[in-house]
Nanobody, 122 residues
């Protein structure tokens, strides 16, 4: 397993941009697919985006396509989530997670960070 720590969350206004970072520790980071999920208060955790081990394959939730971009730097053990044109509905705790294969399913991910809060005001 890898250990994950997210950062970069904050309070922004609608239309603003934000970049989340996820730092991973562990020797096998480059072998994992990585994903971002989010959870709003009182709601279930939902898939946002995932990226394969090489960075060549990505999958996005329809709600963020065209606005969010995931990337990774295997040399630095980092994953990033660039978010633009943020809307209040994007408000949630964002979690970084690792899986052995590319998936959008919560159950496929076996390592999770502690989460970082993103709040978008209207």
């Amino acid at each position: 397993q890898v250990q994950l720590v997210e950062s970069g969350g904050g309070l922004v206004q609608a239309g603003d941009s934000l970049r989340l970072s996820c730092a991973a520790s562990g020797r096998s980071f480059s072998g994992y697919s990585m994903g971002w999920f989010r959870q709003a208060p009182g709601k279930e955790r939902k898939f946002v985006v995932a990226i394969g081990w090489s960075g060549l394959s990505t999958i996005y939730a329809d709600s963020v396509k065209g606005r969010f971009t995931i990337s990774r730097d295997n040399a630095k053990n980092m994953v990033y989530l660039q978010m633009i044109s943020l809307i209040p509905e994007d408000t949630a705790v964002y979690y970084c997670a690792a899986a052995l294969g590319l998936s959008r399913l919560v159950g496929a991910f076996n390592s999770w960070g502690q989460g970082t809060q993103v709040t978008v005001s209207s």
